[in-house]
Structure formats: structure tokens, C-alpha cells
């Protein structure tokens, strides 16, 4: 069994930050790539920013130069830093993991169960 567990998301105003965590535990062989996603009211689930396993990371046009993405491959662990927050940047967000569970096993997609960041004006 996976699980991928975020934390650190809260109420914020803008222009503050907040960091999010995302640990991965249970039967993991290895990870692949880790990143957030964020899904706001009424829209669709996007992506926010993703990190490789060798640390390349891609992040959305909209958090550029704002939201930095990084991993402890020790801890299991991913990070979003959020800096500079805005209202438009409120919405549940989700760790997403491609991991293996055993060597001989495919590489699977996991999702975290979200946590909520609210920027108020």
C-alpha cells in the first residue's frame, strides 16, 4: 500500500507564502518523478510543478519565478515553496508521485489526498 501525504497548506494573504510537504511511505521500490497539482472550484485539476528524478523540474507559466519545487529523495519527500501567493492561486492541491513497487513491477501514478491553500486579498 502507498500513500502520499501532503501537509503545510493553510489560509494566507496575499503576497505571504506557504510551504507544502508531500511524503510518499508504504511499499515503494522507487520513485520516478514528484509534483503538485492544483484544482481550484469549478475547474479542472492542472499542473503546478513537477520534478524528476534527476531534478529537472517544469513548473506552470502562471507560478514562474514565484513557486520552486524540490525533493529529498531520502525522505520520500517533495516540496512546493510558495512565494509572492495571490488570490488566483487558491484551489486544493495534490502530490503526484510515479513510483514502482517492487523492481520487477510497472511504474504506477499515485495522488495524495490534497490539501487546501486559500489566499485572501
Known amino acids: 500500500q502507498v500513500q502520499l501525504v501532503e501537509s503545510g497548506g493553510g489560509l494566507v494573504q496575499a503576497g505571504g507564502s506557504l510551504r507544502l510537504s508531500c511524503a510518499a511511505s508504504g511499499s515503494i521500490f522507487s520513485i520516478n518523478a514528484m509534483g503538485w497539482y492544483r484544482q481550484a472550484p469549478g475547474k479542472q485539476r492542472e499542473l503546478v510543478a513537477r520534478?524528476?528524478?534527476?531534478?529537472?523540474?517544469n513548473y506552470a507559466d502562471s507560478v514562474k519565478g514565484r513557486f520552486t519545487i524540490s525533493r529529498d529523495n531520502a525522505k520520500k519527500t517533495v516540496y512546493l515553496q510558495m512565494n509572492s501567493l495571490k488570490p488566483e492561486d487558491t484551489a486544493v492541491y495534490y502530490c503526484?508521485?510515479?513510483?514502482?513497487?517492487?523492481?520487477?513491477?510497472?511504474?504506477?501514478?499515485?495522488w495524495g489526498q490534497g490539501t487546501q491553500v486559500t489566499v485572501s486579498s
Open positions: 520534478i524528476t528524478s534527476d531534478n529537472n523540474t
Open positions: 503526484n508521485a510515479d513510483l514502482r513497487t517492487a523492481w520487477f513491477r510497472n511504474v504506477g501514478n499515485y
